[in-house]
């Protein structure tokens, strides 16, 4: 960018810069007088007030230790729209730190994305970086630059190191659970484990396994969201800080391109998306929040389209919880552009990407392949079909899905006694009583963790193994919920079952004692129970979806969708889809 703005217009290369939504006091001139005004309170030159305007949202907080490296990276993402030429104004919004949300951070999700989007339009920027990372905040943040709809370029803080543990290399979160497994069932002591939980987290950054937020950050370079090799870098590296850099260059080229989100993430680059989604083995939670993004954009996702292209598209990286490495490994094998190669003859070359190069010229650009493990050709696959499969059946007409991936094999056709809790309280009084009457082939079956039930969808469908069962070394059996889990999890686990139980969905209806029949090869999930016996269970039971008197919980429950649907408010999704 040349640098500034014609002062009289603000419009000379295609910015508004601060005269952009100019606050209402009934006299434009008087409105951009005083906002200059108050803003030269804070020093700034006329010099500096005619350049165009890169907001910079700051999701740095105390509460929030995987956007621990924020003010460095912001600083960079400063210094690269200062090179161009352009103002950088830096602000903030809530953030969203995955174990400090209550009840959990999904329910926050869509609050962040309002968050995100009005304040893009609230305040006068040409162009927007979002600094993101932990799981939700991704997400939020591409949710709310599709809707504000101005141009918009994603950052993430990076993965964090990972550490060891008695000599063997640690990382959450997917170490966390093994762990913590291992305690329940008595293998490791008090000490031990007090010893694993200084050890797992080895810096800011965030989950340094293929788990949610490792998933959105390539997910968002795979839809052209993040620079081309810009997901993979951890976070207290040299090359994090020059892509933070990068991105604020960028966003000021962005400004010139007019490139705004509708046109980088179309359709084609949706189906991308899915394709790296698959590809990685990544967390099911990418299903619901490209659902949600792509339903700001009206776009659908389409579960059985997902499947199709499930068949076709193998594992590829060889991370934790599918494979054994971990996000830094991926990063020094090439990042999301290894992959991007690997999978050039299955994507849509053409789509448009942050930098203004197609997603083509940006393969056909990149640096040659090198030697390495993290990444397998096509012929090698770690998993020969997609990581996660949709599975349908009278307890989930609206679909329902499995990370295949990491599920063990021995299971995933298998048919057994329904063991269910009503909700989250009912597992946690009962699942650990020796008293107990469970078996190593039942179903365990959690309901009420829907959308609405919970509410927001928490991530308790890995439903522990039984302890009595654990002590006779049992380490998987097929669970199913309407819930979510984290990406970080593995195991036999049917997930996001639609409709949910909470609004009376069939899932609502199983009872103890009730026969399931899971059958991933034939991409089924069946209550077997007829018909008529599920309809009386209805009428008997007579479900009233749960209600809020006031705040933000009456908003949510009275907007959620579900889980096909992105788990988004109807009310924010695009005007096709209302
Ligand atoms: Fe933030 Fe895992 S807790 S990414």
Same mark, same amino acid.
């Given at each position: ?21 100019? =606050? ?11 906002? *200059?005004?108050?803003? *030269?309170? +804070? ?28 003010? $460095? ?27 400090? +949300? ?20 609230? $305040? ?16 939020? $943040? ?11 370029? $994603? ?63 390539? &997910? ?61 083995g ?32 193998p594992v590829l990286?060889?991370? *934790?919880?599918s494979g ?54 096509? +012929?090698?696959p770690i998993y020969p079909q997609g990581g ?16 295949q991936s990491?599920?063990?094999? =021995? ?56 302890? *009595? ?64 016996? &599920? ?44």
């Open positions: 960018m040349s640098g500034k703005s014609d002062p009289k217009t603000g419009t000379g290369d295609g910015s508004e810069g601060l005269r952009r939504g100019l =606050t209402n006091y009934g006299d434009l001139g008087f409105s951009l007088f005083l906002r *200059k005004a108050f803003i *030269k309170g +804070a020093g700034y030159s006329d010099d500096a007030l005619e350049r165009p305007v890169v907001g910079i949202i700051n999701t740095g907080s105390a509460y929030n230790p995987c956007h621990g490296n924020a003010p $460095q990276l912001i600083e960079a993402v400063r210094r690269g729209v200062m090179l161009s030429g352009a103002l950088p104004m830096e602000f903030p919004t809530i953030s969203i730190g995955e174990s400090f +949300a209550n009840p959990t951070s999904m329910y926050l999700r869509n609050l962040m994305s309002m968050d995100t989007e009005e304040m893009i339009r609230a $305040q006068p920027m040409d162009a927007v970086v979002m600094l993101g990372g932990c799981d939700k905040t991704v997400p939020a $943040q591409l949710m709310g630059a599709a809707s504000a709809g101005i141009p918009a370029i $994603q950052l993430v803080s990076g993965a964090m190191l990972t550490g060891a543990h008695r000599g063997e290399r640690v990382g959450a979160c997917t170490d966390c659970r093994r762990f913590w497994g291992r305690y329940r069932a008595e293998e490791i002591d008090e000490q031990e484990i007090s010893e694993v939980n200084n050890s797992l987290v080895a810096s800011v950054g965030f989950c340094s396994v293929m788990g949610t937020a490792s998933t959105m950050a390539c &997910l968002a370079e795979g839809l052209g969201m993040i620079p081309f090799g810009g997901a993979t870098a951890p976070a207290v590296t040299a090359d994090r800080i020059r892509i933070a850099e990068r991105t604020g260059v960028l966003a000021v080229e962005l400004i010139t391109r007019k490139l705004t989100p509708d046109r980088i993430m179309t359709a084609g680059a949706f189906e991308n998306a899915l394709r790296v989604l698959l590809a990685i990544g967390s099911t939670n990418g299903i619901i929040h490209l659902t949600a993004i792509a339903g700001r954009l009206g776009l659908r996702i389409d579960l059985d389209r997902l499947d199709a292209i499930g068949r076709e598209t990286i060889d991370l *934790k919880p054994q490495y971990y996000m830094e490994d991926f990063h020094r094998a090439g990042g999301v552009p290894t992959l991007l190669r690997e999978l050039r003859p299955l994507l849509n070359l053409d789509v448009m990407t942050v930098t203004g190069r197609t997603l083509g010229e940006e393969i056909d650009g990149s640096a040659a392949p090198f030697p390495q493990d993290v990444v397998r050709p096509m +012929a090698k996660i499969a949709v599975l349908r059946g009278n307890m989930a007409p609206r679909g329902a899905i499995i990370k990491a599920a063990s094999p =021995t299971l995933m056709e298998h048919e057994g006694r329904a063991l269910v809790f009503e909700n989250v309280e009912d597992m946690a009084r009962r699942i650990d009583d020796d008293a107990l009457d469970v078996s190593a082939g039942d179903i365990l079956v959690l309901k009420n963790i829907g959308p609405a039930g919970a509410p927001g969808m928490p991530e308790a469908g890995y439903l522990p193994i039984p302890k *009595k069962l654990a002590r006779r070394g049992v380490t998987d059996m097929v669970r199913i919920s309407d819930g979510r889990m984290s990406g970080t999890a593995a195991g036999t686990i049917v997930l996001h079952v639609t409709p949910e139980a909470a609004i009376g969905g069939p899932f609502a209806f199983v009872e103890t004692g009730d026969r399931i029949r899971l059958s991933v090869r034939e991409r089924s999930i069946s209550l077997l129970v007829s018909e008529a016996v &599920l309809a009386r269970r209805a009428t008997e039971k007579r479900i009233a979806p749960p209600t809020a008197e006031r705040g933000y919980r009456k908003l949510f429950l009275e907007s959620i969708t579900q889980a096909d649907e992105g788990v988004d408010f109807d009310f924010l999704r695009a005007a096709n889809f209302r």
